[in-house]
């Protein structure tokens, strides 16, 4: 009985393939696979994006801006382990667990678009990028040749133009780059071919001790760049900062003299126009009149501060850094271009980024293909395979324009000195420093300890006060903040303030609601 049930369904199936075989005229097997035609079934594809598109919109988008809404549904690891279903099998799932699955990945991931997320440099969401984010994902194109991208290597082109104009340099050149660690990494790169572009070729053998300077508040990719390239960490020369976290001009240019003293060739200085912490822009100017003294490369890492370029009130910040040699700037953050969208703009327009990069595949960099190859800007790149990043910031640019953009900066830092005045009449919170951008600093003391002498225990009693907060607030889901300890300092909570979907109501929550949640500390 169960062979003939075998053989009556092998014999459906044999069927099946030959009416399939009948069907499709001239059809070519091989190796068992019938070759004609798609094995794709489109309608289903279709219909199932539609109906994923559907849940995206009804519970991210329109909840966007809801303060109702939790900002994250915490789940232990092992907990959330098993609510996602994550093994993958050998057969697939139907569609309706494929959406429940997206319901899931949704409800236990972190909104970041939420009004309460102030957890990072990146937050709220744009539209206009986001529908910008929705055709590249679509068109999954590859910014390397115009042949293949000609819209998304215009509208790069472009846009590195116009960001350009806003350092204010007259002429330059420019990349997008999967992050600001990243941009970094090739300025710093870029500098050391600059300094000797035989490296290129015959490697590090031979060198002199190559040594660079940044400041004490620097980003860590600086450290991890010098790792990867071959410099070291311990040339990473780290400058003095003051008590706002500004780079010491006075102390760099003793940095300088030791370091040729030693007799190591420094060829590298990176400033900071927005520390990640305390918000800090080093005196570009004066740090400027050094790099020029000793002939040495003057990057600006500006991938959190450079957006405030666009504000005619607040760019003075970054006064100086036309005489940057290179740039890097992330419309992700303060602009809400969506991650990532990081561009390393460079001064030098007579082709040094190709130079330093450039390997001339002859698969893809043909010299005598029918159009301007000049366009073909991918060999510029460290990157084969590389994401159209410029499209959502210049989608989001033709929206709004610049006096939108510009106001979004100004909102921005308005809101912050709002905060700022509101912690300073509320007792138990305490500022670090007056901010001079979006990144506002703040302990905050609860009741048994605000009548305690100032000393070893008090500090070490309010270290343990931030990440008691900062877990409570999670698992409650009402908001996000980050926190840290910093250069000797106690644990204290930095906010920042992005989204132009924050609003004074938010700041006073805030405040509020940390009071709520540590009453009891």
Known sequence: MEDSAIELAGGKVGICKQDMLQKKKNAVLVDGVILNGPIMD????????????????????????????????????????????????????????LLQLCQDVIQYSVKTSHPRFFNQLYAGIDYYSLVARFITEALNPSVYTYEVSPVFLLVEETVIKKMIEFIGWEEGDGIFNPGGSVSNMYA????????????????????????LF???????????????????TENVYFIKTDERGKMIPEELEKQVHRARKEGSAPFLVCATAGT??????????????????????????????????????????????????????????????????????????????KKCYSAKAAYLFQQDKFYDVSYDTGDKSIQCSRRPDAFKFWLMWKALGTTGLEERVNRALALARYLVEEIKKREGFQLLLEPEYANV?????????????DGPEF?????????????RMMKKGSMMLGYQPHRGKVNFFRQVVISPQVSR????FLLDEIELLAKDL
Request: aromatic residues 6%; contains cysteine.
């Open 188 to 211: 710093m790169n870029l500098a050391r071919y600059k300094f000797c572009p035989e490296i290129k070729e015959k490697g590090l053998s031979g060198l002199p001790r190559l040594v």
């Open 276 to 353: 990640t912490v305390l918000g800090a822009f080093d005196p570009l100017d004066e740090i400027a009149d050094i790099c020029e003294k000793h002939g040495l490369w003057l990057h600006v890492d500006a991938s959190w501060g450079g957006s405030a370029l666009i504000s005619r009130k607040h760019c003075r910040l970054l006064h100086g850094i036309h005489r940057a040699d290179s740039v890097a700037w992330n419309p992700h953050k303060m602009l809400l271009a969506g991650i990532q969208c990081c561009a390393l703009l460079v001064k030098d327009n007579s082709g040094l980024l």
């Open 214 to 232: 940044t400041s004490e508040e620097c980003h860590y990719s600086m450290k991890k760049a010098a790792s990867f390239l071959g410099i070291g």
């Open 42 to 97: 489109s309608k289903a594809g279709e219909k199932f994006v539609e109906e994923a598109c559907k849940i995206i919109m009804e519970e991210v988008i329109q909840k966007a801006n809801d303060v109702t809404e939790k900002v994250c549904e915490w789940q232990a690891p092992e907990t959330l382990k098993k609510i996602l279903d994550l093994e993958m099998r050998d057969t697939g799932e139907s569609h309706q667990k």
């Open 441 to 453: 600093c703040f302990w905050y003391i609860p009741p048994s300890l605000r009548k305690m002498e």
């Open 505 to 508: 109501e938010d700041m006073d």
């Open 459 to 471: 500090w070490q009693k309010l270290h343990e006060v931030a990440p008691i907060i900062k877990e």
